[in-house]
């Protein structure tokens, strides 16, 4: 069996009195895909930032690349190992591509270039322009292209594929493909289901903060005839917390 890079065991997020997540045990194995579906507000992006360590959370269990954590704090070691592509981001927008990319590669020592970067995500057409002045597909592609500087073992991918057209989409699901068959372990949230259903192994729905379906594709898509048909099923039904 594959090494574990994500093992999660009932972990719990609380905003003063409001549950953001109940209970979530949640796994990502090397070489894998695994898709977090949910309506916004599900919990998805509350998710990835507690395994980050961005926020406080309880947990019974929390290891990542094999070591477990018990707070917010990151070690440097873990870190360089972990990617991400968060929806929302904080880059410079007056530093071109090619500033980005050098920027975020001298984070990693061991990690790729930003010529390489350059090249594999067909970003030489716009290495000198601004961040800022890029259209949305464009800068999800700069941002896919910083989250894997580090070559990591673990990916985060929240909503990846925004705001990109059908040729860009494609490109960025082969490298996704990629990732995986080098190893890596992917955790992508999207709303686009067929993109889940193309590059998934396994899937994990969450409903109202609780992971209330989880297995391989196949057996979500079972007795339905397409992921689309089981995920609104599974929205759909009434909750018996």
Known sequence: ??????????????????AALTNVSLNAYAGEVIAVLGKNGAGKTTLINSILGMHD??????EVLGTQLTSQHRPLTIRQRVGVMMQLSTLNANL????QLDLF?????????????LEEFDLTGIAKQRFGKLSGGQRQQVLFAIAV????????????????????????WQKIKQRRQHGCAL???THYIEEAERLADRVAVLRDGQIIAQGRVNEIIA??????????QLIREPSHA
């Not at 071109?96 to 500033?99: F, G, I, Q, R, S």
């Not at 007795?223 to 609104?232: R, T």
């Open 57 to 62: 959370y309880d947990a019974q269990n929390l």
């Open 223 to 232: 007795d339905h005839g397409s992921l689309e048909s089981a995920y609104l």
């Open 105 to 117: 590669c001298s984070y990693y020592p061991s990690g790729t270039t930003p010529e390489f970067l």
């Open 1 to 18: 069996m594959s090494p574990i890079n994500l093992k999660i065991q009932s972990l719990n997020k609380h905003y003063g009195a409001k």
């Open 149 to 172: 500087a580090g070559n990591p073992d673990l990916l985060f991918l929240d909503e990846p594929t925004v705001g990109m057209d059908v040729e860009a989409r494609h490109l960025l």
């Open 187 to 189: 955790v992508l949230t």
């Open 96 to 99: 071109t591509v090619t500033e």
